[in-house]
């Protein structure tokens, strides 16, 4: 069993930076591919970035590509976000995720709140 903890959210301007962490327990996380999503109010819950379990592989939704960069710390059982040139539109509770049966590759369509191990989110905030 793996939980997993947010941390990091808060209200920032527009182009600010916030780094969002994804504490874990459990020994296995670093065994596991992770990956973020965000869901806004009224709209669906979209992937944003993934990790495999190694760091070497790095996946991004084309809306945050060149602006948002996934890490881990498998030492500290933690990942990361580091969100830069933030837009209102990136306004969002924003959760990490992780399944043992997934590659990061496949987390973008397959993983879903159906499946694998969710924090409970973090919320950001971008003002205008």
């Known amino acids: 069993q793996v939980q997993l903890v947010e941390s990091g959210g808060g209200l920032v301007q527009a182009g600010g930076s916030l780094r969002l962490s994804c504490a874990a327990s459990g020994r296995t996380f670093s065994s596991y591919a992770m990956g973020w999503f965000r869901q806004a109010p009224g709209k669906e819950r979209e992937f944003v970035a993934a990790?495999?379990?190694?760091?070497?592989?790095?996946y991004y939704a084309d809306s945050v590509k060149g602006r948002f960069t996934i890490s881990r710390d498998n030492a500290k059982n933690t990942g990361y976000l580091q969100m830069n040139s933030l837009k209102p539109e990136d306004t969002a509770l924003y959760y990490c995720?992780?399944?043992?049966?997934?590659?990061?590759?496949?987390?973008?369509?397959?993983?879903?709140?159906?499946?694998?191990?969710w924090g409970q989110g973090t919320q950001v905030t971008v003002s205008s």
């Open positions: 990790i495999s379990w190694s760091g070497a592989g790095t």
């Open positions: 995720a992780a399944d043992p049966t997934l590659a990061a590759a496949q987390i973008m369509l397959n993983l879903n709140p159906s499946r694998g191990y």
